[in-house]
Each structure stands twice: as structure tokens, then as C-alpha cells.
């Protein structure tokens, strides 16, 4: 059987789906699938051994990579040097066209959290990219308003944020098989972009969502080498910066980085889809693992502290970007709440830059200022902060661990919050938008992932909120009535979210990703 496009093919998408994308798929597929659904079958064991009373580590059986001090990652590549800005968005045709002139050194082009893997997001965005890439990108909105780039010197790097390891891609199919949708992305962003920015003085990038291991770690990197050897380009040329977004992969960033050491860009501490991860992994470890209301979580206390201290300190070590996190304020209309939200950017890019990191990211244009004036300040002339070795940072795993020591409490207004965050966040994905403000707010699938999860475990444990009133299934699905009612518009609008909602957060058996079910719902 033969590689098959089920999906529509509409103007142009032979661009994309050209034959030779087509084969390095079905390479891919054939190579490395079934490796990739042991691993998530692995990860699916851990959190097992978790809940029987097992801990996460340090692994003893790598002890020999992190003990050896002498290997490093290859040199930043051209574009990649200074990260001090980065952007982050979905691949919409205004949206490219805006983060790329954004003033940001970096957009991370997202096929991942900001995304709705739709078909036509799928290939849309990859002709986005392409087009953008091409320099023959324009766009004009209904309003009469005309988008097109600015000089070359004055763009951002695009680095593409494929899929995680554990989405399908439904509409190829290799030997009668969905693909995954990360080995989809890639190939077809490499395909179809990548020699042309070679042409332009860069190379294909990536940006790694959700690993959990050093051995998805090494996935990635086999598929590098693979995809590399199929297009007769010299191995290195791929970069790829790896979100540290998983509670697991905090006990793995030296390993990970070694991995993909020929290939390495750095790590980014992703901090949402690690709130989400800290609270999927012990899940029903009780309340030492259970976290207050999200937004009383901040990036100061201990857990956070302990794990984005580990970055910094891990990839100076190895000559490997350490980039900071998302601050999920992005501009209000409200001046008093847009003053509020800019001091916060403000106060979390500050913490980032005195701590080393050599860059961080942000949501929204509107931010890239606040952010690039807090690192031109402590960057000085560098481009970088790379010589700031953190040798001052000692981690133990007990500190990782320590969630324990989280302030804060929850309350019937923090779950009212999170139902209705998740209900507005899955109509929107439902219907092809994977990022939107919600509640002054940049909200996407890690940040619905932890709404989800917190109620998940919430009703786990029977807590008891301020009100009083104990997390039950029935509290649940009754709020969720509730705040669906406040919502604007037609109430029949939210019924599939409010099923899919009801389904990945008081279900007995907990989904893996709300964005499975939900995925399953689309065309
Ligand atoms: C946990 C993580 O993984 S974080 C990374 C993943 N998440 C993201 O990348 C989210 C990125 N941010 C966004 O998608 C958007 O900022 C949103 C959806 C939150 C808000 O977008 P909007 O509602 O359009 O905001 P707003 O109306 O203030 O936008 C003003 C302008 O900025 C543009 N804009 C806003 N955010 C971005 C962005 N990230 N990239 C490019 N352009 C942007 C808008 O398109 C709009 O353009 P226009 O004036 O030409 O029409
Ligand atoms: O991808 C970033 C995150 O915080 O999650
Ligand atoms: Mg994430």
C-alpha cells in the first residue's frame, strides 16, 4: 500500500503534498511509528508506576552523560544567535505576516499549542510559511486593510512547532496507517521551506513540543538524520530548540540535549504544559501533588523556581540557548488592566533575564517592546548570555518535586474559571482556532489542559472549595451549565464543547490530551 491524502486537496496544496514530501513520509512512517507508540505506550506505564507510589528521578543509567563534562551542542546557527524576542502564533495568513514584521528576532510558527490541527490549517499554514518565505506573501483584511513584510533585515527567524509525538494525522495514511502529526509537519515544512532557507542564509528549524524522555528525544533526532539523508543535505543542518514542558523531561534535560546535540538550538521552559503535566503525572497521588487555582500559580514558587533555575544552568553548561516561557497577559482595552498586564510581562521577562535566560517569548506584538527592553538591558552588547554559566544553581530532585509547598487555595471561583476557560477554549478549537484571549488572558491547548486537568483531579479528591461545596461530578457538570449560560450567543454553539469538556475532565478514565477526543470530532 501506497502513501494516501484523504483530505481535500484544495488550490495549491500540491505544493505541499508534492511526491517527494509524499516519500520522505511514508520513510518516516515506516521507520520510526512504531517506535513512537512504544514510547507513548511508556509513558503511559510511568504514570502507572506513579500512581502505585513510584517517583520521578534522576536516571542512574544515564548517570554517565551528565557526569562527562566535556561534550557540547553544535554552535547557534545563522538566525539563531540572538533569541532575545521571540513571538509565538498560529500560521493564519495575517497572523505570519504580523509576528514575522513584529520586531521579535524569532517567531515560533505554531503548529502545535496555537493551533486546531483542521486539514486546511495543516496545509494552509504550510503554504503560509512557504509564501512567507518566498517573500511573495501579501494579505488585505475585509476591512480594506493591506498586509505585506517588511525588508528582510527587519523579519523574524521562523522556527516551526510541529505536533507532539502523541497526535494522529488522519488525513495520510501510509500502508492503510494515520501518520503522526509531528513527523507530518516536519516533513512537509522541510519539503517544501527548507532548502529555500538554506538559500536565505538560514535552515530549517523546529521547535519541539511535550517530549517526556530522552529517548522521544532520540525519535527526533533519527528522524533528522533520516529526513536529512533522503534530501542529500549535511546532517547538523536541521536545528531544533526542545520545549522542557513535561514533568518527566525536567529530570532529563542534560540527557535530551545530548540527544539531539548535533541538532540542538536549546531548551525553553514551556511552563503551562508543565503545570499540566506536573498535576497529569500524580494525579492521584492526593493533595501533596495537587495544585490551587491556576492563576495563583506564578513562576516564583518553589517547584518553578527549582525547574527553570535546572535550564538555565543545563544548557549554559552546554553552550545551548536557554529561552524563557509565556507570559499569558497580552494587551486589554481596559488601560487599568493593560497596566497591570505590561508590569506583569514586565516583572516575569526581569526575573527571566536576571536568572540568564537568553530570551523569552511572548503572545502578542504589543508585548515584543516590553520584552526586548528588559534584555537589551542585562544583554548589554551580547547577543546572548551564554558565558552566565549558572554554576551558583544546585537542583535536587526533591526540589523539582516539591508542589507540596505551592501556596494558595481553591476555590468555587478558580473552578467556575477553569469550566468556563475550557468550554470557550474547545468551541473555538472545534471550530479552527487553536489561540484566543479569554478573560484578558492568552489561552490555548496547554493552558486548557491545565483548566481540564485541575477539575480532573479536583473531583479526585473529593476537595472541598471556599464555598464549601465538595468537587463532585454533579458540582461540575451543573457549573458547567451555569457559566455556559453567561457565555454570549447561540447556547447551542457550546453543546460539542460542553460534551468534549465533560468527557476529558470528570470522566473516570482521564484522556491522555483533551485534544484526542476533540480531534476526533473534526472533519
Ligand atoms: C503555552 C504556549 O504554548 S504559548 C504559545 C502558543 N500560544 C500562542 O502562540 C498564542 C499567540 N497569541 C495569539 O494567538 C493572539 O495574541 C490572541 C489570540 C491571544 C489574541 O489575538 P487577538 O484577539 O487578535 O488580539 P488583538 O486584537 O489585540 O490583536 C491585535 C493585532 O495583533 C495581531 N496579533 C496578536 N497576536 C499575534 C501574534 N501572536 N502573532 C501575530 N500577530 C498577532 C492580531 O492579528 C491583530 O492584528 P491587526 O491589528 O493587524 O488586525
Ligand atoms: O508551549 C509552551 C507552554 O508553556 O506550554
Ligand atoms: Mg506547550
Known amino acids: 500500500m501506497a502513501v494516501e491524502v484523504t483530505g481535500p486537496l484544495h488550490e495549491r496544496y500540491d505544493e505541499i503534498l508534492s511526491e517527494r ?154 500502508d492503510g496507517e494515520r501518520t503522526s502529526g509531528a513527523l507530518v509537519d516536519f516533513a512537509l515544512y522541510l519539503v517544501a521551506s527548507g532548502q529555500r532557507q538554506l538559500d536565505r542564509g538560514q535552515g530549517p528549524y523546529f521547535y519541539l513540543p511535550k517530549m517526556e524522555s530522552h529517548l522521544e528525544a532520540r525519535l527526533w533526532n533519527d528522524a533528522f538524520v533520516l529526513a536529512q539523508d533522503f534530501l542529500g543535505i549535511p546532517r547538523g543542518t536541521i536545528r531544533a530548540t526542545v520545549l522542557i514542558e513535561t514533568f518527566p523531561a525536567a529530570f ?133 548570555q551564554l558565558g552566565k554559566l549558572r554554576e551558583d544553581v544546585q537542583v535536587t530532585a526533591d526540589q523539582l518535586l516539591d508542589v507540596a509547598a505551592t501556596p494558595g487555595e481553591v476555590t468555587e471561583a478558580g473552578l467556575r474559571n477553569n469550566i468556563s476557560v475550557a468550554v470557550q477554549y474547545l468551541t473555538a478549537w472545534l471550530e479552527g482556532t487553536g489561540a484566543v484571549g479569554i478573560f484578558n488572558l492568552m489561552e490555548d491547548a496547554a493552558t486548557a489542559e491545565i483548566s481540564r486537568s485541575q477539575i480532573w483531579q479536583w473531583r479526585q479528591n473529593a476537595v472541598v472549595l471556599d464555598t464549601g461545596r465538595t468537587v463532585t461530578t454533579e458540582l461540575v457538570t451543573e457549573l458547567a451549565d451555569e457559566e455556559i449560560a453567561k457565555l454570549d450567543g447561540d447556547p447551542a454553539r457550546y453543546q460539542a464543547a460542553r460534551e468534549t469538556f465533560l468527557e476529558v475532565a470528570i470522566a473516570d478514565e482521564y484522556a491522555d490530551f483533551l485534544t484526542l477526543p476533540a480531534y476526533e470530532r473534526m472533519p
Open 252 to 384: 532529563e534535560m542534560e540527557e535530551i540535549l545530548y540527544e539531539l546535540r548535533e541538532h540542538s538550538a536549546g531548551l525553553n521552559a514551556g511552563r503551562w504544559d508543565f503545570m499540566f503535566s506536573v498535576i497529569k503525572t500524580y494525579r492521584t497521588r492526593g493533595a501533596d501533588f495537587q495544585l490551587p487555582d491556576r492563576n495563583s500559580v506564578t513562576m516564583t514558587v518553589p517547584f518553578m523556581r527549582a525547574y527553570t533555575e535546572l535550564l538555565v544552568r543545563t544548557c549554559h553548561q552546554r553552550g545551548a540557548h536557554a529561552i524563557g516561557g509565556m507570559a499569558a497577559f497580552i494587551p486589554s482595552k481596559d488601560p487599568a488592566v493593560n497596566e497591570q498586564a505590561f508590569a506583569k510581562v514586565e516583572a516575569d521577562k526581569r526575573r527571566e533575564a536576571g536568572d540568564g535566560f537568553d530570551g523569552s517569548w511572548v503572545a502578542h506584538p504589543g508585548m515584543v517592546d516590553t520584552c526586548r527592553r528588559v534584555f537589551d538591558e542585562v544583554l548589554g552588547d551580547e547577543p546572548n
Open 21 to 174: 514530501a509524499l516519500e520522505l513520509i511514508g520513510l518516516l512512517h515506516r521507520e520510526l511509528n512504531q517506535r513512537r507508540l512504544a514510547l507513548l505506550e511508556r509513558r503511559r506505564a510511568r504514570v502507572e508506576e506513579i500512581a502505585a507510589g513510584g517517583s520521578l528521578g534522576f536516571l542512574a543509567e544515564t548517570a554517565a552523560v551528565r557526569e562527562d563534562p566535556d561534550w557540547r551542542v553544535a554552535a547557534p546557527a545563522p538566525g539563531l544567535v540572538d533569541r532575545r524576542v521571540e513571538i509565538t502564533g498560529p500560521t493564519d495568513r495575517k497572523m505570519t505576516i504580523n509576528a514575522l514584521n513584529s520586531g521579535a528576532k524569532v517567531w515560533l510558527a505554531d503548529h502545535e499549542d496555537a493551533n486546531t490541527p483542521l486539514w486546511e490549517n495543516v496545509v494552509g499554514g504550510q503554504l503560509n510559511l512557504l509564501d512567507a518565505i518566498t517573500r511573495s506573501i501579501d494579505f488585505t483584511s475585509e476591512a480594506g486593510k493591506a498586509y505585506t513584510l517588511k525588508p528582510d533585515d527587519e523579519l523574524a527567524t521562523i522556527v516551526v512547532r510541529p505536533r507532539g509525538w502523541h497526535l494522529p494525522e488522519k488525513h495520510i495514511l501510509v
